[in-house]
């Protein structure tokens, strides 16, 4: 295939990284969960929200409503993969999620605790954009580069996306911090702007699937037939089938973590024990209260762990090349295990945090790199990467569904997030001893086409 020799779409590939991971840092981990968080506390501390004519705790609402967008994608990316099959319109689905997201982002602009439900539209719209169109664009992997290449093209968009993501973070945090406070829901528009803005490189260079002479009938539950299908066709493939059980469990606990440190560092080290102190202005300049000192400390910590993820990228790239991937994935998650126990033991001041963050975004951005790109390898010769991909998207989001109800759910008997933890190192030791499951072989070499 002639793309998969083609540096500029390649190039124009990773660069959605770029665009779209400003939501994952500044929307979904740093800006709008603070503000969220402010918003919704009142001025004697309660943290209960009327929603529907319901209460909640504020925090509860708000995994609820990312678990309801999770849950969403679930049911539309198996249908909507089936169609961009068969009228092969995988660009378009990407082009329509990325603009979702970055309405949803910009609907956060008009955020409203007196008109909470429609408020949660913009959070709700906002994640079933990004997760949907992450679906279609990892499913262009395995055409445009070689097997060979992948690990490499995989880690260069998440290298993009780091540094895209934390130059946006930073020129927000000047404007918010340093010129006003009033300031902060323009970030959310800013978001959507650079999202949809920068998307459109990738939409120009990227190819138009040629697939059009597949039958039409049934259109609408193709998608989910052909999830059967791949998952029949893994029945023959060892290392696939082992492999996609293990990135099953320990993507439960990887991506609960990228959603909820954040809140570990606000409950359980800096104690932004009263969020409504910060009045309506969130995010004060530092000097003026020791609510904007915790707040900054807290946001330093979300960088650091972005910036630590590019070498970190980078180096499991390098070393899958002479270890394999697999190999290097159990390498991580033994990490993962014991940055997990030092944060359940050990970590209780702002400097022992800002080490486990560092250690956690070191792990992470070799995590995420690989795990896709180990996918990528393992998959046998086909036309349905989409397919392929939404299987794959179905079980992560899955696994998210999963990991994020039993962080909270064991909060919530226990009293402490602390203890939330120990789900997350039984997930990782999970899938530690299922990678180890995988033939020696396929842990060294994956390949595409591998049947071990």
């Known amino acids: 295939m002639s793309e998969r020799k083609n540096a500029g779409i390649q190039k124009a590939w990773a660069f959605y990284d770029w665009a779209n991971s400003t939501y994952a840092l500044v ?114 992997l395995p055409e445009i580069a070689a097997p060979k290449d992948q690990d490499k093209l995989s880690a260069k968009g998440f290298v993009w996306g780091y540094v895209g993501s934390v130059l ?81 469990v320990f993507s439960m606990a990887v991506q609960t973590i990228m959603l909820m440190a954040q809140f570990f560092g606000m409950k359980e080290v800096f104690v932004i024990s009263d969020p409504s102190g910060v009045g309506h202005g969130v995010f004060p300049p530092l000097v ?43 390498i991580a998650l033994m990490s993962w295990i014991a940055v997990c126990i030092f944060a359940f033991v050990v970590v209780d001041t702002p400097n022992e945090f800002f080490f486990a963050a560092g250690w956690i975004g070191f792990m992470m951005g070799g995590t995420q790199a690989l795990s896709r790109s180990t996918y990528s390898k393992l998959l046998p010769e086909t036309e349905d990467h989409t397919s392929f991909f939404s299987f794959y998207d179905v079980v992560e989001k899955i696994g998210i569904v999963i990991g994020m109800f039993s962080f909270g759910y064991i909060e919530g008997i226990t009293g402490s997030m602390r203890n939330s933890v120990l789900s997350l190192i039984v997930f990782f030791t999970i899938g530690l001893l299922l990678l180890l499951w995988i033939p020696r072989q396929g842990r060294f070499t994956p390949q595409s086409s591998t049947s071990t």
């Not at 190819?207 to 037939?225: C, Y």
């Not at 003026?288 to 400390?297: D, K, R, Y």
């Not at 762990?305 to 270890?323: D, T």
């Open 27 to 140: 929307i979904s981990t740093a800006i709008f969960p603070i503000f969220y968080n402010a918003k919704t506390t009142a001025d004697d501390g309660s943290t209960m929200v009327e929603f529907f004519g319901a209460s909640f705790v504020n925090t509860e609402l708000y995994s609820y409503v990312i678990a309801a967008s999770l849950i969403m994608v679930i049911i539309l990316s198996p249908m909507l993969s089936g169609i961009a099959d068969v009228t092969g319109r995988k660009k378009l689905f990407l082009q329509l999620f990325c603009y979702i997201g970055s309405l949803g982002c910009a609907g956060l602009y008009f955020f409203d605790t007196a008109h909470l439900e429609w408020s949660m539209l913009g959070a709700f719209l906002a994640s079933l954009g990004y997760w949907n169109s992450i679906v279609f664009y990892n499913a262009y």
């Open 288 to 330: 003026q209260s020791s609510v904007g000192l915790e707040t900054a400390q807290l946001i330093i910590a979300i960088i650091l762990v972005q910036l630590i993820a590019i070498p970190g990228a980078w180096l499991f790239a390098r070393g899958s090349a002479s270890l394999g991937n697999v190999n290097m994935l159990i």
């Open 168 to 248: 946006l973070l930073l020129i927000n945090l000047v404007m918010i911090m340093v010129i006003s406070d009033d300031l902060t829901p323009w970030a959310f528009i800013m978001v959507a702007v650079w999202w949809a803005g920068f998307a459109q490189i990738t939409f120009r260079k990227l190819p138009r699937s040629s697939r059009q002479n597949a039958p039409r009938q049934a259109i609408w539950t193709k998608g989910f037939k052909e999830l059967r299908s791949v998952w029949n066709q893994m029945q023959g493939m060892t290392s696939l089938k082992r492999y996609l059980l293990a990135f099953f």
